[in-house]
């Protein structure tokens, strides 16, 4: 099945940059989600399929919830390669950053809940995502599902600007129905859960986090994607 993912027309393209394309695979039963990634003069080393295939494996034993890989291949031609990695489809209707606009208060505050518990069990197990934005994170009926793990990587002692990096994203994409104040107690109760006490450690964790975030609010995209966020 994976031999004929490299040539396959999809049958609905979920996003498209440079050398990557996303896409899903309906033709079957089990719908699957694919990604596709085109690399020229990369012949060695681990290819971004194997690396994202790796990523939710390792994530899944570690009882993350994320898509089941399904496999992972690779083509060589000449002095270029394409890599190809397929994983589960997660049923959902809209991302976690959608229901946060549309959800009533009470709400909100039980998604921030369940959004604290899986930040916090993904950093305290050595992990970092790197692209941590809310749009990121699907519900699968009322489970939180991390998308995009390509980028993810473990470490037994990460550096703290990893973990700025993720909560950055996440401050960023939070819609702008989210008072500053639950943004700020959602930072205090991760700074609270991972045992970060002292006041003057916290308040460096704080401002690192809004530094990275304003860097995030001006960086322009490489490859002219949208920013879902700024619509909302």
Not at 130 to 136: K, P
């Given at each position: ?45 681990r290819s971004p399929a194997e690396v994202e295939h790796a990523n939710l494996r390792d994530l899944e034993a570690d009882g993350l ?68 934005y809310l749009q990121h994170l699907v519900l699968r009926e009322e489970e939180l599902v991390l998308l995009d793990v390509g980028r993810a ?80």
């Amino acid at each position: 099945m994976l031999g004929r993912l490299f040539d396959l027309v999809p049958d609905r393209t979920l996003r498209v940059l440079p050398g990557r394309e996303t896409f899903e695979v309906r033709s079957q039963p089990g719908a699957c989600v694919v990604k596709r990634s085109a690399e020229r003069w990369a012949l060695w080393g681990r290819s971004p399929a194997e690396v994202e295939h790796a990523n939710l494996r390792d994530l899944e034993a570690d009882g993350l919830p994320v898509p089941h890989p399904l496999g992972w291949d690779v083509r060589r031609e000449r002095l270029a390669r394409c890599s190809v990695v397929a994983m589960e489809r997660i049923e959902h209707t809209q991302t976690l950053r959608d229901r946060l606009f549309r959800a009533p208060e009470g709400e909100r505050r039980d998604l921030a809940e369940r959004l604290l518990t899986l930040v916090v069990r993904l950093h305290a197990a050595g992990w970092y995502h790197r692209d941590l934005y809310l749009q990121h994170l699907v519900l699968r009926e009322e489970e939180l599902v991390l998308l995009d793990v390509g980028r993810a990587r473990r470490d037994r002692a990460p550096r703290r600007r990893w973990f700025v990096k993720d909560l950055a994203a996440l401050l960023h994409s939070t819609p702008r129905n989210v008072s500053v104040r639950a943004r700020l107690e959602f930072l205090a109760r991760y700074l609270d859960a991972r045992g970060i006490t002292r006041r003057a450690e916290r308040r460096a964790w704080l401002a690192a986090i809004l530094r990275r975030a304003e860097r995030t609010a001006r960086h322009t995209p490489r490859h002219g994607e949208t920013r879902p966020w700024e619509d909302l």
